[in-house]
């Protein structure tokens, strides 16, 4: 059963609780997934809507889709967090977006920055799998599904990187 915390309660200053400790590093590897995912929602976003303005609805679906499972993921790594007592505000970062500040951005550079980001949730999700396997159960399960699902998302691009 998930534990909830008031308003205030989630937004305090971040946990005191030894970073080097095994909990403090599923903490951390929960956050630095939030944070991970939360600019992939800023980042797919933005390329959505910068396809869809250039014709290639396909590819404009696939960055569409993929924004709305990084939220789906988001949301995921944030109740984690909070269930493993992780309470500290999740700053995020859409750094990515300066990438496409240039107008020259192509779609091709588009999907490389997205291929990029999709090689770092695989790394973080395998981590986590790593850091909990035989421990977490849920965890540790949950690890191993969305390292897949970012590895077939990764392929995907790739694929699509193959045809543009
Ligand atoms: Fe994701």
């Given at each position: 059963m998930m534990q909830t915390y008031s308003f205030e309660q989630q937004f305090q200053p971040p946990t005191q609780m030894a970073p080097?400790?095994?909990l403090g590093k599923i903490i951390s590897l929960l956050q630095g997934?939030?944070?991970?995912?939360?600019?992939?929602?800023c980042m797919y976003t933005y390329f959505q809507l910068l396809i869809s303005g250039i014709n290639?609805?396909?590819?404009?679906?696939v960055f569409e889709k993929s924004a709305a499972e990084s939220l789906a993921h988001y949301s995921q790594a944030v109740q984690f967090m909070l269930l493993y007592?992780?309470?500290?505000?999740?700053?995020?970062?859409?750094?990515?977006?300066?990438?496409?500040?240039d107008p020259q951005t192509s779609i091709s550079e588009a999907i490389r920055a997205a291929?990029?980001?999709e090689?770092?949730?695989?790394?973080?999700y395998r981590k986590l799998f790593s850091v909990t396997s035989g421990k977490e159960t849920e965890l540790t399960n949950w690890a191993q599904t969305q390292a897949q699902a970012e590895?077939?998302?990764?392929?995907?691009?790739?694929?699509i990187l193959g045809v543009v």
């Open positions: 080097d400790s095994y997934i939030a944070r991970h995912e939360m600019t992939g929602v290639k609805p396909q590819i404009s679906e007592g992780g309470r500290s505000y999740i700053p995020c970062s859409c750094d990515p977006i300066v990438y496409l500040n291929i990029n980001h090689k770092t949730a695989v790394e973080s590895l077939e998302d990764l392929l995907e691009f790739q694929q």
